[in-house]
Every structure is written in structure tokens, then in C-alpha cells.
């Protein structure tokens, strides 16, 4: 069975979207931005991507018009990078990344919602599974054009140009991306019913992707916001082994963020490497992470979910505080420990979805992972506020420590096991 042509706009779009992921972190540092300034910039698009699932969630139960809302989303992506090289300062780039957030969460929300409506509910794993592929080598391609575009054009025409230029392709991506969708998009008129779309987290809890990067596996809209903090004072019927898992999620994306958000400038500022070798370490991780997800499946099948996240946490412990000792000579081990960090990010990634899709209650899966989903948005919300400032006023260390000693102190939380997960 062919793949359906609309699959290419997402693709197209999430190539866009992978070149300014690396993009809008380089850029704010080359304008004078800091640590504590990326790490801020990322923590507003988090918060926005949580708040944006939960707007287009509740507006796509409202239609059944898919169409409108990723053209309007591609657009608006489009609109917000071909406005980037107007952009002289920091400060201007957190309302852009607010938009950039706010509208590509539509597509996000919209295209899941427009595969399960268009096809039977036996061909959901299937088409969810090469759809996320689809996206994630789009990610992949959007990162190596990235590191390509910038080896060649920042020698020519300067830093200022070679980051600014990528910001008009990736308009020029957002754009194309546009069109296919506006071509190929054809509104079918249907929806998924609540319990339904909670049958299906359940089945593909082992199958969602990088959620927040790749895009368009978000479960938001099944949740309204106070049930985030009713969850976390145990005041639900999810149960003890639930919220225990919760609170291990929280506090491991506040680790991974407190180490990820500052990165790019880590890898500028100390270690003095170019541009085009940030991109080149996310396309380690993120190819990576695309091919690791089959061993990952192996491992959670023949070691268990909990061991699996648990190795997953103290393989990054280690490799967070190897950072530290990282110095400019080290070229060829930072991109090993980037390919060991997306390896890594499948296990655990793929053994969490599962936990919690299997402790949550029959017919409350999807409300589960949602939840799931939001804590992880908060956790980056607040790993990369803390990492960014923990960077700038008392170094990159303590912020790279600080993450792996989260890691660590996970450990015990995720390990106690008061109900077996079948």
C-alpha cells in the first residue's frame, strides 16, 4: 500500500522544522544571546507547545476540517523564518517562537486526527508507525541540510548571512510544505470518538515517537489543565504505581533539558566549535533514535520496561557528567556520545509510553499519556529555565551535573514497583 501524497507535505514540513530547531538557538547566541537566554527560549516554546495542544485539541473536536488548519500552520511556520533575518536582538525571538510553537502544533494536532479518521481501525499501527517515519527522516534531512547549508555559505558570505539565509530556506521548506498540503489534503468528514482514540494510545503506547520534536503523535487533547495537578496530588483514580511513574517523567525532562537546552551554546562558546557541528550532533542523535527504536522494542521485550528506562537514565547519568571533561580536541567522541544519546532516548522513551499506557485504567489510556505528555512539557519547561541559568552564573558543569543528578535520583522512583506491569 502506497503511502498517502500528504505524507510528503509533512515530511517536507518537518525538514523545515528540523534546519530551525538548531536554527533559533545558534542564532539567538550569534545576536548576543546567552545561556540563560537559550535555555529561556526553549522554555517559552515548551510551555507554548503545551498550551497550543490543549487550544487546537479542544478546536479539533469542534470541526472535522483538517485541511485549513495545516495550511494555516505550514503558513504561519513559513511567515515566522522569513521574517528571521529582519531580526537584529535577542528579545524579538521569543515572540517568534512563541508563534512558530502556536502554529505548528496545529498540523500536530490536526494530522493525527486526520489518519485515524481516514482509515479503518485495523490499518491505525500500521500507517501511525510509517507516518512517524516519514516525520522523523524529514527531521533528520532538515538537520543535515542545515549543517550542509552553513559549512558552505558561512564561509561566503559570513555567520550573519550563512544563519540568516537558512532561515529564508526554511520558509522557502514551510512554504513547499504548505502547498503539498493544500493539494493533497482532502477532508473526509470524519472523527474519532473518544474511546476509540483511547483504544488506540493504548495499542501504540510502545510506538509514539519523540513527541515534542517529531510533532504529531499529541494525546492534550483528551486533558484539561487542572487534571496535571490533581494527577500529581494522587487525587485520581490512576493509582500510586501511576503517579509514581509520573513523578519519575517530571523529573527526568527536567534533567535531559537542563543539559540539552544550553548545549548548542556550550559547543560555541567553551568548546569554540562552528555552527555546522551543533547540526551535525543532532543529526547523530536524531538518526540515531529513528533506527534505535527496533532494538529498543527487543530490549523491552526480553529485559522489561522499568530495567530498560532505568539502564536508559544511568547510561545518560554517565555520559551528562562525561560532558564535563569534554574539551575542543574532542571532535570524534562528542559525536559517538550524541549517536549513544539517541540510543538511549529510544529506550526510554519507547519503555515509559508503554509503562504508562499499561498502569492506566481500562478506557483511560489516552487521558494517561496525555498526561504523560503534559508532565514531560512541564519538566522541559522548567529543566531548560534552570539549565540555561545555571549555565550562565555558575557554569556549564553545574548545569550538566545538576541533570545527571537528576537522572540518578529517578532511579529509586522508577524501580519501585508496587503493581507489576503486564
Same mark, same amino acid.
Given at each position: 500500500?502506497?503511502?498517502?501524497?500528504?505524507?510528503? @507535505?509533512?515530511?517536507?514540513?518537518?525538514?523545515?522544522?528540523?534546519?530551525?530547531?538548531?536554527?533559533?538557538?545558534?542564532?539567538?547566541?550569534?545576536?548576543? $544571546?546567552?545561556?540563560?537566554?537559550?535555555?529561556?527560549?526553549?522554555?517559552?516554546?515548551?510551555?507554548?507547545?503545551?498550551?497550543?495542544?490543549?487550544?487546537?485539541?479542544?478546536?479539533?473536536?469542534?470541526?472535522?476540517?483538517?485541511?485549513?488548519?495545516?495550511?494555516?500552520?505550514?503558513?504561519?511556520?513559513?511567515?515566522?523564518?522569513?521574517?528571521?533575518?529582519?531580526?537584529?536582538?535577542?528579545?524579538?525571538?521569543?515572540?517568534?517562537?512563541?508563534?512558530?510553537?502556536?502554529?505548528?502544533?496545529?498540523?500536530?494536532?490536526?494530522?493525527?486526527?486526520?489518519?485515524?479518521?481516514?482509515?479503518?481501525?485495523?490499518?491505525?499501527?500500521?500507517?501511525?508507525?510509517?507516518?512517524?517515519?516519514?516525520?522523523?527522516? $524529514?527531521?533528520?534531512?532538515?538537520?543535515?541540510?542545515?549543517?550542509?547549508?552553513?559549512?558552505?555559505?558561512?564561509?561566503?558570505?559570513?555567520? @550573519?548571512?550563512?544563519?540568516?539565509?537558512?532561515?529564508?530556506?526554511?520558509?522557502?521548506?514551510?512554504?513547499?510544505?504548505?502547498?503539498?498540503?493544500?493539494?493533497?489534503?482532502?477532508?473526509?468528514?470524519?472523527?474519532?470518538?473518544?474511546?476509540?482514540?483511547?483504544?488506540?494510545?493504548?495499542?501504540?503506547?510502545?510506538?509514539?515517537?519523540?513527541?515534542?520534536?517529531?510533532?504529531?503523535?499529541?494525546?492534550?487533547?483528551?486533558?484539561?489543565?487542572?487534571?496535571?495537578?490533581?494527577?500529581?496530588? $494522587?487525587?485520581?483514580?490512576?493509582?500510586?504505581?501511576?503517579?509514581?511513574?509520573?513523578?519519575?517523567?517530571?523529573?527526568?525532562?527536567?534533567?535531559?533539558?537542563?543539559?540539552?537546552?544550553?548545549?548548542?551554546?556550550?559547543?560555541?562558546?567553551?568548546?569554540?566549535?562552528?555552527?555546522?557541528?551543533?547540526?551535525?550532533?543532532?543529526?547523530?542523535?536524531?538518526?540515531?533514535?529513528?533506527?534505535?527504536?527496533?532494538?529498543?522494542?527487543?530490549?523491552?521485550?526480553?529485559?522489561?520496561?522499568?530495567?530498560?528506562?532505568?539502564?536508559?537514565?544511568?547510561?545518560?547519568?554517565?555520559?551528562?557528567?562525561?560532558?564535563?571533561?569534554?574539551?575542543?580536541?574532542?571532535?570524534?567522541?562528542?559525536?559517538?556520545?550524541? $549517536?549513544?544519546?539517541? @540510543?538511549?532516548?529510544?529506550?526510554?522513551?519507547?519503555?515509559?509510553?508503554?509503562?504508562?499506557?499499561?498502569?492506566?485504567?481500562?478506557?483511560?489510556?489516552?487521558?494517561?499519556?496525555?498526561?504523560?505528555?503534559?508532565?514531560?512539557?512541564?519538566?522541559?519547561?522548567?529543566?531548560?529555565?534552570?539549565?540555561?541559568?545555571?549555565?550562565?552564573?555558575?557554569?556549564?558543569? @553545574?548545569?550538566?551535573?545538576?541533570?545527571?543528578?537528576?537522572?540518578?535520583?529517578?532511579?529509586?522512583?522508577?524501580?519501585?514497583?508496587?503493581?507489576?506491569?503486564?
Amino acid at each position: 500500500m502506497r503511502a498517502p501524497g500528504w505524507y510528503g @507535505a509533512f515530511l517536507v514540513g518537518n525538514m523545515a522544522m528540523g534546519a530551525a530547531s538548531a536554527l533559533l538557538p545558534l542564532y539567538a547566541y550569534f545576536l548576543g $544571546g546567552t545561556a540563560a537566554d537559550v535555555g529561556a527560549l526553549a522554555a517559552v516554546g515548551s510551555l507554548t507547545n503545551v498550551l497550543a495542544s490543549l487550544f487546537w485539541g479542544k478546536l479539533a473536536d469542534r470541526t472535522r476540517r483538517r485541511r485549513p488548519f495545516v495550511v494555516l500552520s505550514f503558513a504561519g511556520f513559513a511567515l515566522a523564518y522569513g521574517l528571521l533575518p529582519l531580526v537584529g536582538r535577542p528579545g524579538p525571538l521569543y515572540p517568534l517562537n512563541v508563534w512558530v510553537a502556536f502554529t505548528w502544533m496545529a498540523s500536530a494536532q490536526m494530522a493525527i486526527l486526520f489518519l485515524l479518521s481516514s482509515l479503518p481501525r485495523e490499518l491505525w499501527e500500521r500507517e501511525l508507525g510509517r507516518f512517524n517515519a516519514y516525520c522523523g527522516v $524529514g527531521w533528520t534531512l532538515g538537520l543535515a541540510l542545515g549543517a550542509v547549508w552553513v559549512t558552505v555559505l558561512v564561509p561566503l558570505t559570513g555567520e @550573519a548571512w550563512g544563519l540568516r539565509s537558512l532561515g529564508v530556506v526554511v520558509a522557502t521548506l514551510a512554504l513547499v510544505a504548505t502547498g503539498l498540503a493544500g493539494r493533497s489534503i482532502k477532508d473526509t468528514g470524519g472523527k474519532v470518538e473518544a474511546p476509540a482514540f483511547r483504544e488506540f494510545a493504548a495499542t501504540m503506547g510502545g510506538y509514539l515517537y519523540e513527541i515534542l520534536r517529531y510533532g504529531p503523535v499529541q494525546l492534550y487533547e483528551v486533558l484539561r489543565p487542572s487534571q496535571v495537578v490533581r494527577f500529581l496530588q $494522587g487525587k485520581t483514580v490512576f493509582g500510586p504505581d501511576l503517579i509514581l511513574v509520573y513523578y519519575a517523567g517530571l523529573l527526568t525532562f527536567v534533567g535531559f533539558s537542563m543539559v540539552f537546552a544550553p548545549f548548542p551554546v556550550f559547543v560555541r562558546q567553551k568548546l569554540l566549535w562552528p555552527n555546522e557541528f551543533v547540526f551535525a550532533l543532532y543529526v547523530a542523535h536524531h538518526g540515531v533514535s529513528v533506527v534505535a527504536f527496533s532494538w529498543a522494542r527487543k530490549a523491552v521485550a526480553r529485559w522489561g520496561h522499568r530495567p530498560v528506562a532505568s539502564l536508559a537514565l544511568v547510561s545518560r547519568a554517565g555520559m551528562f557528567s562525561a560532558l564535563v571533561f569534554m574539551g575542543s580536541g574532542a571532535k570524534w567522541a562528542l559525536p559517538a556520545l550524541f $549517536g549513544l544519546f539517541g @540510543a538511549t532516548w529510544a529506550m526510554f522513551h519507547l519503555a515509559m509510553t508503554a509503562v504508562v499506557s499499561r498502569l492506566s485504567p481500562a478506557g483511560q489510556q489516552g487521558q494517561g499519556l496525555g498526561l504523560y505528555n503534559a508532565v514531560a512539557g512541564l519538566g522541559s519547561v522548567l529543566g531548560s529555565l534552570g539549565g540555561g541559568f545555571l549555565a550562565e552564573w555558575i557554569g556549564f558543569p @553545574a548545569a550538566f551535573l545538576s541533570g545527571a543528578a537528576l537522572l540518578v535520583l529517578t532511579l529509586p522512583i522508577l524501580l519501585v514497583e508496587g503493581r507489576p506491569v503486564p
